[in-house]
């Protein structure tokens, strides 16, 4: 099962909900990884310490002008749907922060006077912490392709019980990439009036994407009501709730993994996840039924 961990705004609680979910998830004998998809600023390791076994760089094709062939025509700048590309006195300027690889201008090049060039964006790192197979990117400093770098953390995943994805906070397009292919969405929010409106967001991209989800409330015994009337009113599962508890923001202080500092939330997570799968079943459930009745 593939479950990420989002939320509409940073500092809800995500990283430190992923990381001890999965710490309580190998201690109850599950095969887990995590991936930290939060490239522009991954911080599961501080928690994990994880022993870093490989890396590798991760880069993205970049087209490159072949001089002795290019008319100037124009044409790459034309299908070019970015602005990466544009042609000054019959010379190209190609400017590699806007370039999305797509490849039109390859494809449409006339002359064949474009060829790719593999360009350097970040670095995939995995290794292991307490038994978790951990998998994090680091996007290069400065540039713009997150989403490629979140794809290669994916790419680097093996075969588990459960991969757990800590996503990137907003709605934009590195969560996309980080969440679609998931099983399950957990978004994560807290009971103000940015963490709704956040949220609101969160569950709007989870729809669009046809992705299950439920809500985990962090700091829960603060602020309104406002986010338990919302998810009532939308019909959203609230599967996990944690206080406003001196001793969690203690232990996450020091880097501390909640689970094994505070063994009373272990079954905090443990329930979790326990509703995570009633509600994964349950839409399995449906879902064949509806599929079977269709044949019929």
Request: hydrophobic share 40%.
């Amino acid at each position: 099962m593939k479950i990420a961990i989002a939320s509409g705004k940073g500092g809800t609680g995500k990283t430190t909900i992923a990381t001890n979910l999965a710490l309580m998830l190998v201690d109850a004998g599950k095969t887990v990884q995590l991936l930290d998809c939060d490239v522009e600023e991954p911080n599961c390791h501080i928690f994990l310490k994880p022993v870093i076994e490989s890396s590798k760089t991760q880069t993205v094709p970049l087209p490159t002008v072949i001089k002795e062939k290019c008319t100037g025509c124009e044409i790459c700048a034309d299908v070019c749907e970015y602005n990466a590309i544009v042609v000054i006195k019959g010379e190209v300027l190609i400017f590699p922060e806007l370039c999305h690889s797509c490849g039109a201008c390859m494809l449409f090049c006339p002359e064949d006077a474009i060829v790719e060039k593999e360009r350097e964006v970040g670095i995939i790192e995995s290794g292991t912490s307490n038994g978790i197979q951990f998998i994090h990117g680091l996007l290069n400093i400065g540039e713009l392709m997150s989403p490629a770098v979140i794809r290669g953390v994916k790419d680097s995943a093996s075969d588990s019980d459960i991969i757990i994805l800590d996503s990137p906070p907003g709605t934009s397009c590195p969560v996309i990439e980080a969440v679609k292919d998931a099983d399950f969405v957990l978004l994560v929010t807290e009971p103000t009036p940015f963490g709704l409106n956040d949220l609101e967001l969160a569950v709007g991209m989870a729809r669009e994407l046809k992705l299950p989800s439920a809500v985990a409330v962090n700091r829960s015994d603060v602020g309104t009501d406002d986010v338990k009337r919302y998810c009532e009113r939308e019909n959203i599962p609230i599967v996990l709730e944690m206080p406003d508890d001196r001793r969690v923001a203690e232990a996450y202080s020091r880097g501390d993994m909640i689970v094994r500092a505070i063994p009373e939330y272990r079954e905090v997570f443990t329930t979790c996840w326990s509703h995570i799968i009633e509600l994964e079943n349950d839409i399995a459930s449906r879902v064949a039924y509806y599929e079977g009745a269709a044949e019929k």
